[in-house]
């Protein structure tokens, strides 16, 4: 009976140790379990915003200062255009010409502009740019590489190379955070296309008959 009763006791020091023990270890640069970086990629947006005048559409000098200004942020690809009215209804003139200024640099206006500081002045509209910038921060990590003590764990540095990378080389940021919507129509021509391509391709080397070899001398 004493030996029954010494065994329980040590079977709930046992469970009582168990449960203040972390079972769920924080995966941290100094602990890494996993084969999973602790490292990926941040994703931050910027805003840039200039009020235009427009009243019934945008007037030639207003479209030279949004094109100026366009030029002096290397507007491009990744890049998202939106208009503020404020508290006024949407001019549909002037969200043309401003469409059609956005146009000559291959981008297209979005439906939401996001909240910027200031109220829009009546008979005016914001132009909001919202750019998106990709980094991973903390690399490169060689404070706890190659511990040759503790536990086995992956290396802090582990995923710097290729998460800086995927980062710096994304044309559009944003990609990192929703991924390309795929279209809502599926055309069976374009999914064929590569299928279609490939048994229809002449193998190389090949272009007619087969020649006959002769293992003679002559």
């Not at 939106?82 to 010409?97: K, Q, S, V």
């Not at 390309?180 to 021509?189: R, V």
Request: hydrophobic share 40%; proline share 6%.
């Amino acid at each position: 009976m004493t030996r029954i009763k010494s065994v329980f006791a040590l079977v709930i020091l046992g469970t009582l140790a168990a449960g203040c023990a972390d079972m769920t270890p924080e995966v941290q640069a100094k602990r890494n379990p996993s084969l999973y970086s602790v490292h990926q990629p941040v994703v931050q947006r910027t805003d840039y915003v200039i009020d235009l005048y427009a009243a019934g559409g945008l007037p030639a000098t207003e479209a030279e200062r949004l094109r100026a200004w366009f030029e002096s942020l290397q507007l491009g690809y990744g890049d998202r255009i939106a208009l503020d009215w404020g508290a006024a209804y949407a001019d549909p003139a002037t969200r043309n010409d401003v469409a059609g200024v956005a146009a000559d640099y291959g981008l297209l206006l979005t439906n939401s502009a996001p909240v910027t500081v200031g109220a829009v002045q009546s008979g005016s509209v914001r132009v909001v740019i919202s750019r998106m910038d990709a980094s991973v921060p903390g690399c490169p990590d060689w404070a706890y590489a190659n511990a040759s003590s503790g536990p086995i764990t992956t290396d802090s540095n582990f995923g710097c190379a290729t998460n800086s990378n995927l980062a710096a080389m994304v044309a559009d940021p944003n990609d990192l955070v929703l991924g390309q919507a795929g279209a809502s129509a599926i055309d069976p021509d374009s999914s064929s296309k590569a299928v279609k391509a490939y048994r229809n391709r002449i193998p190389s080397g090949y272009s007619g008959e087969v020649k006959s070899e002769s293992t003679g001398g002559k």
